[in-house]
């Protein structure tokens, strides 16, 4: 029986353009230079001395920069505009928020340095600096009962919720898993995720009704992404974008959603859902949880049907600039050059 999830690769594979990028994926998972590749490119990328550490600064001013022009993100009106900042470092957003927006009030949360977090290079144009892991808030996240007994991480959850008495214009949730950033065993394989929904959450509890939210995400055709980019669709206007240069090769994007609309029945399920589902990755190896289930997260048959046929098009028109701009870098790749 074909999995649910299959029907939706199926109705990719009809379109010209992810056809070609997959082509070229494939290619370069045959070569082994290309997993040299991506190993020198990670292996770089660490322990950056200062000259590096401004290169990566400059390199994500770039992709700020390329998002304000792009989608409009800091055209507000506001005379004092707030904007947050999740995983923030180096500060790329925060530096390109400031330009665009003077006078802004910015304020951060991001991975100290001490366990794998970037160094911050911006830190004169925030007003406020949180230095911790976002995916331990458990209070955040709504989870009050006792944490169970022998989970490895029991004395780094956090109770206290930064920021909560502010509400921001914008909220940047940049942060992605670090190399460096030393895990539990329970944390691998899923970490990704729970970042992702612990910024979600993290960001939609502190955001203006009709305010915006920039979402660093992987994959656009991935099924955990199309339902993220659905879900907002329901409750904002939404908008793609990818760095034509910087990162052009890996399949990072960001989604921008403006007038988010939080009393929307779905924005509120959403949030539900995120926080279930922290609560299932963070616990389920230590206490009994069910998978959590949403009407607008799901992978059966009907849902994925009904998506297909009322979000396809426009995920398709709108996934698409992103799909080029990867397969013109993986088109120019050494390790996917046919001989």
């Known amino acids: 029986m074909v999995e649910p999830t299959q029907l939706w690769m199926d109705y990719l594979s009809l379109d010209p353009t992810y056809e070609e990028l997959r082509g070229l994926k494939e290619r370069g998972w045959l070569n082994e230079a290309g997993d040299t590749f991506f190993q020198n490119r990670k292996r770089a990328s660490k322990n950056l001395n200062q000259k590096g550490k401004i290169s990566f600064y400059k390199m994500t001013l770039h992709i700020g920069e390329g998002l304000a022009s792009k989608t409009g993100i800091f055209d507000l009106q506001n005379a004092c505009p707030k904007v947050l900042d999740l995983g923030m470092a180096p500060g790329g957003f925060t530096g390109t928020a400031a330009k665009n927006l003077p006078g802004s ?29 976002i995916t331990m808030y458990s209070k955040e996240m709504a989870y009050e009962e006792k944490i169970p007994a022998g989970h490895p991480d029991s004395n780094k959850f956090e109770t206290c919720q930064p920021f909560s008495g502010d509400l921001y214009d914008i909220v940047i949730c940049g942060g992605a898993v670090g190399s460096d950033h030393p895990r539990e065993p329970y944390r691998n394989g899923c970490e990704g995720t729970r970042l992702t929904v612990s910024q979600l959450v993290f960001a939609m509890n502190r955001l203006k009704p009709g305010g915006s939210v920039v979402l660093l995400l992987h994959r656009v055709e991935s099924w955990d992404t199309v339902c993220i980019l659905h879900a907002f669709n329901e409750f904002s206007d939404i908008q793609l974008y ?24 779905v924005a509120k399920a959403s949030i539900s859902y995120w926080k279930n589902l922290w609560k299932y990755l963070t616990f389920k190896e230590f206490e009994d949880i069910p998978l959590p289930l949403s009407s607008f997260y799901g992978s059966d048959y009907a849902f994925l049907q009904r998506l297909r046929d009322e979000f396809g098009p426009q995920f398709l028109s709108m996934a698409r600039p992103v799909w080029k701009i990867q397969a013109k870098a993986l088109r120019r790749a050494p390790f996917t050059k046919q001989g």
């Open 105 to 133: 009030l910015i304020d951060a949360v991001t991975l100290p340095c001490q366990i794998g977090g970037y160094e911050v290079m911006a830190k004169e144009v925030c007003r406020r600096i949180v230095y911790a892991d």
């Open 242 to 265: 990818k760095h034509p240069k910087c990162h052009a090769i890996k399949s990072s994007f960001y989604l921008v959603a403006k007038n988010v609309n939080l009393e929307h029945d």
